[in-house]
C-alpha cells in the first residue's frame, strides 16, 4: 500500500515540473522572438557609419650615384642618360574611420592620415569622397577627416569611463582591405599603457580588448552591446594573439571641439618623465610611505629644467592638491593653459622643497610625460660599454655598464629591462664604468632592496631590485 502511494505521489509530482517546465519555456518564447541575434542587429544598424580610408603619400628616394650619372664623363663612357637626383615613390595606405557627425566628420588614427597628401572615403554602400584632414594629434593617435556631404549616418558615441572589463565589445573595420570585417570579443582591461616602437610613441590609458585587430582595422570603431563607440581601434601587439588596443571615446571627446576649432590641441608641459613610487622605492629616497610622482628624468631647456627640478625628486603636491602617483599629476595639470604659474612640493634629500614652475606650450614629442611602474622579478648580466657593444645595441651614451644578458624568461616577456639597457646609478651613486659598478656592489648585501637609474634610448628611469644572494632580481 505504502510502495503504491509512494509512485503515484511521484507520478503527479513529475507532471506538475513538466507542466511548470512546459510553461516557462512558453513565456520565454514568447519573449524572445526567433531568430534574434543581438550582435547581428547592431552591426546591421551601425555598419553604414563605418568608412573605408585610403591614402595616398609620396617617399623621396635620393639616388646615391646621381653625382656620378650626370657627370658628362660617366655618360660618355657608360652610355648612360642623366638620372634624377630624387624621385618621388608614391606609397598607398588603407585604414578605418567612423562617422560621428552627420555632416562629414569622420575620427580616425592620426597614424592613417599621416603623411598622406590624397586621402579617399568610401561608406558602405559605394558612395566615394576626397577627405580632408581637420586636425589631428600624435600624441594621443587621433584625427578628424572631413567630407563634402550631409545626412551621412553617425555613430552615438558613449562613454568609455563607465565601461565595464567583461564587457561585450565589437570591432569594425578593414583589416587587409576586407571591408566591414566585424570581430567580437570583451573589453580584456582599462587604462593599459602602449608602446609604439616604429613610431617611438608611447601612449596612455588605453583600453585592451581580445576582439580581433588587424592591420587596416586601425581608425575603426570599437562598440558596446547598445551600439555606442566606446573606443577606437588604434593597436595591437604583434607577438601576442587577442590582445588589441583602443583610444577610450571620452579621451577623444574631450579633443574634438579644438581640432575641429583650430586643427590641433594645445598642451602645456613641464618637461619631466614620471613614475610611481613603489614599496621598495620609500627607504632609499627616505619616505614613509608609497606616495608622490617620482621624477625619473628631466628634458633639457624644458619648463623643469630651468625652474630647478631634478632627476629623483618626488613630486608630493601641485599647489594645494595632493599627489599620491604619476596619473594623480597628469590629471592634475592637464586642463592648466600655457603660461600657468605652479607651485611644486618636492622631495629632495629627505627634506620638502617647494618650487615654482611655468607651464609652456608643447611643441614636439620630447616633452612627453608617461610612467613607468616595474614590479616585476627577473635577473640580469652587465658589461663594460665597448665600440662593439656600442654598435650591436645602438647605445647613445659611454658611461655606465649595459646589459648584455637576460637570465630570467620574466623580464624577456615583460621588457621592463631590456639587453641594451644602460645602468647609469646604483642607489643614487653614479657608475661610470664596470669598475665603479663592481665597486659598488661591495656596499650590497642579499636582503638589499637598491635603486637602479637605466637608460634605455635615450630615456632614463628607475628601477628597484631586490638582491638575492650573488644574483639581482627584481621583487
Known amino acids: 500500500m505504502n510502495r503504491k502511494i509512494k509512485f503515484e505521489f511521484l507520478l503527479c509530482f513529475s507532471v506538475l515540473i513538466l507542466f511548470l517546465l512546459t510553461g516557462w519555456v512558453q513565456a520565454v518564447n514568447s519573449i524572445i522572438p526567433e531568430e534574434t541575434n543581438l550582435v547581428a542587429d547592431i552591426v546591421e544598424k551601425v555598419g553604414p557609419s563605418v568608412v573605408y580610408v585610403d591614402t595616398l603619400s609620396y617617399k623621396t628616394y635620393r639616388n646615391p650615384l646621381s653625382p656620378f650619372f650626370n657627370d658628362p664623363f660617366f655618360r660618355d663612357f657608360f652610355y648612360i642618360f642623366p638620372q634624377p637626383e630624387e624621385r618621388r615613390i608614391p606609397q598607398k595606405g588603407l585604414g578605418s574611420g567612423f562617422i560621428f557627425r552627420s555632416d562629414g566628420y569622420i575620427l580616425t588614427n592620426e597614424h592613417v592620415i599621416q603623411g598622406a597628401e590624397q586621402i579617399k572615403v568610401t561608406l558602405k554602400d559605394g558612395r566615394e569622397f576626397d577627405g580632408k584632414v581637420i586636425g589631428s594629434d600624435p600624441l594621443t593617435d587621433i584625427a578628424i577627416i572631413k567630407v563634402d556631404a550631409t545626412d551621412l549616418p553617425a555613430l552615438p558615441l558613449g562613454d568609455s569611463d563607465r565601461a565595464r572589463v567583461g564587457e561585450w565589445m565589437i570591432a569594425i573595420g578593414n583589416p587587409y582591405g576586407l571591408s566591414h570585417t566585424v570581430t567580437v570579443g570583451v573589453l580584456s582591461a582599462k587604462g593599459r599603457p602602449i608602446y609604439s616602437g616604429d613610431s617611438g610613441r608611447e601612449y596612455e590609458n588605453f583600453l585592451q580588448t581580445d576582439a580581433a585587430i588587424n592591420p587596416g582595422n586601425s581608425g575603426g570603431p570599437l562598440l558596446n552591446i547598445k551600439g555606442e563607440v566606446i573606443g577606437i581601434n588604434t593597436a595591437i601587439l604583434p607577438y601576442a594573439q587577442g590582445v588589441g588596443f583602443a583610444i577610450p571615446i571620452n579621451m577623444a571627446k574631450s579633443l574634438l571641439d579644438p581640432l575641429i576649432e583650430t586643427g590641433k590641441v594645445v598642451r602645456s608641459w613641464v618637461g619631466i618623465y614620471l613614475q610611481d613610487i613603489t614599496p621598495d622605492m620609500i627607504q632609499q629616497f627616505g619616505l614613509n610611505e608609497p606616495k608622490g610622482a617620482l621624477i625619473a628624468d628631466v628634458?633639457?631647456?624644458?619648463?623643469?629644467?630651468?625652474?630647478?627640478?631634478?632627476?629623483?625628486?618626488?613630486?608630493?603636491?601641485?599647489?594645494?592638491?595632493?599627489?599620491?602617483?604619476?596619473?594623480?599629476?597628469?590629471?592634475?595639470?592637464?586642463?592648466?593653459?600655457?603660461?600657468?604659474?605652479?607651485?611644486?612640493?618636492?622631495?629632495?634629500?629627505?627634506?620638502?622643497?617647494?618650487?615654482?614652475?611655468?607651464?609652456?606650450?608643447?611643441?614636439?614629442?620630447?616633452?612627453?610625460?608617461?610612467?613607468?611602474?616595474?614590479?616585476?622579478?627577473?635577473?640580469?648580466?652587465?658589461?663594460?660599454?665597448?665600440?662593439?657593444?656600442?654598435?650591436?645595441?645602438?647605445?647613445?651614451?659611454?658611461?655606465?655598464?649595459?646589459?648584455?644578458?637576460?637570465?630570467?624568461?620574466?623580464?624577456?616577456?615583460?621588457?621592463?629591462?631590456?639587453?641594451?639597457?644602460?645602468?647609469?646609478?646604483?642607489?643614487?651613486?653614479?657608475?661610470?664604468?664596470?669598475?665603479?659598478?663592481?665597486?659598488?656592489?661591495?656596499?650590497?648585501?642579499?636582503?638589499?632592496?637598491?635603486?637602479?637609474?637605466?637608460?634605455?634610448?635615450?630615456?632614463?628611469?628607475?628601477?628597484?631590485?631586490?638582491?638575492?644572494?650573488?644574483?639581482?632580481?627584481?621583487?
Open 299 to 475: 628634458v633639457p631647456n624644458s619648463p623643469a629644467s630651468r625652474a630647478g627640478i631634478q632627476r629623483g625628486d618626488i613630486i608630493l603636491k601641485v599647489d594645494d592638491e595632493e599627489i599620491v602617483n604619476a596619473a594623480v599629476f597628469h590629471a592634475a595639470i592637464q586642463d592648466k593653459k600655457p603660461g600657468i604659474q605652479l607651485t611644486l612640493s618636492v622631495w629632495r634629500d629627505n627634506q620638502a622643497k617647494e618650487i615654482t614652475v611655468i607651464l609652456e606650450e608643447l611643441v614636439t614629442e620630447g616633452g612627453v610625460e608617461s610612467a613607468l611602474s616595474p614590479d616585476l622579478q627577473f635577473g640580469f648580466e652587465v658589461g663594460e660599454i665597448t665600440s662593439e657593444l656600442t654598435r650591436k645595441y645602438n647605445l647613445r651614451t659611454k658611461s655606465g655598464v649595459v646589459i648584455i644578458r637576460i637570465d630570467s624568461q620574466e623580464i624577456i616577456e615583460t621588457g621592463y629591462l631590456r639587453e641594451g639597457d644602460v645602468i647609469l646609478q646604483l642607489n643614487r651613486q653614479t657608475i661610470r664604468d664596470l669598475q665603479g659598478w663592481n665597486a659598488a656592489l661591495t656596499m650590497v648585501e642579499p636582503g638589499d632592496t637598491i635603486i637602479l637609474l637605466v637608460n634605455r634610448r635615450g630615456r632614463t628611469f628607475f628601477v628597484p631590485v631586490e638582491v638575492k644572494s650573488s644574483s639581482l632580481l627584481v621583487p
